[in-house]
């Protein structure tokens, strides 16, 4: 059964940092594009981020460049996203997703507040 | 601000069935795959169409994706109360280099 699990959300000031992880089982990790997508409360989605199966190319929305760091540790079958300089805007519930975005994580909620 | 632009709403009694229009450009829809999510009340999205018109496996036929030119559809038939749900396109934009999602469309059974 394939599984998604994110972890390391939480309340965190602005301008602090939080690192995301997301820890894949049930298929062959290191064979897929991963991505992180968001959802602040009562909004719509958006996508933050994507990387390869071997981490050599890697994608993100304009608005986390420079802040936010997609990585992958194919070894653990984990992904990660480390993000920086957080503002109240980045507050939202942080999905990770495979491939196609064909199965999802629960998600974890980042709260940016003073 | 999306790119992709949906109706904040559309609704049809049990039985009946809705359309949902995702309304892009040509740096998004018009060159790119359209992919539809449906996401329940307080839980992770789904995937129901990819590559335009493709379903998962596990989506029932009653759910359906169809692509022209810029614009993409998400059709519902014999619809549910379980259908009641949140409904996303999504798309690669070449312009921006990145995946954008529709504004989302709510659907609600009468």
């Known amino acids: 059964e394939v599984q998604l699990v994110e972890s390391g959300g939480g309340l965190v000031q602005p301008g602090g940092s939080l690192r995301l992880s997301c820890a894949a089982s049930?298929?062959?990790?290191?064979?897929?594009?991963m991505n992180w997508v968001r959802q602040p409360p009562g909004k719509g989605l958006e996508w933050v981020a994507n990387?390869?199966?071997?981490?050599?190319?890697?994608y993100c929305v304009d608005s986390v460049k420079g802040r936010f760091t997609i990585s992958r540790d194919n070894a653990k079958n984990s992904l990660y996203l480390q993000m920086n300089s957080l503002t109240v805007e980045d507050t939202a519930v942080y999905y990770c997703?495979?491939?196609?975005?064909?199965?999802w994580g629960q998600g974890t909620l980042v709260t940016v507040s003073s | 601000q999306s790119v992709l632009t949906q109706p904040p709403s559309v609704s049809a009694a049990p039985g009946q069935k809705v359309t949902i229009s995702c309304s892009g450009s040509?740096?998004?829809?018009?060159?790119?795959?359209v992919s539809w999510y449906q996401q329940l009340p307080g839980t992770a999205p789904k995937l129901l169409i990819y590559?335009?018109?493709k379903r998962p496996s596990g989506i029932p036929d009653r759910f359906s994706g169809s692509k022209s030119g810029t614009s993409a559809t998400l059709g519902i038939t014999g619809l549910q109360t379980g259908d009641e749900a949140d409904y996303y396109c999504?798309?690669?934009?070449?312009?921006?280099?990145?995946?954008?999602f529709g504004t989302g469309t709510k659907v609600t059974v009468l």
């Open positions: 040509s740096s998004n829809i018009g060159n790119n795959y």
């Open positions: 999504e798309t690669w934009d070449s312009s921006l280099s990145a995946y954008v």
């Open positions: 997703a495979r491939g196609i975005a064909d199965y």
């Open positions: 990387i390869k199966e071997d981490g050599s190319e890697k």
């Open positions: 590559e335009n018109n």
């Open positions: 049930g298929f062959t990790f290191s064979s897929y594009w």
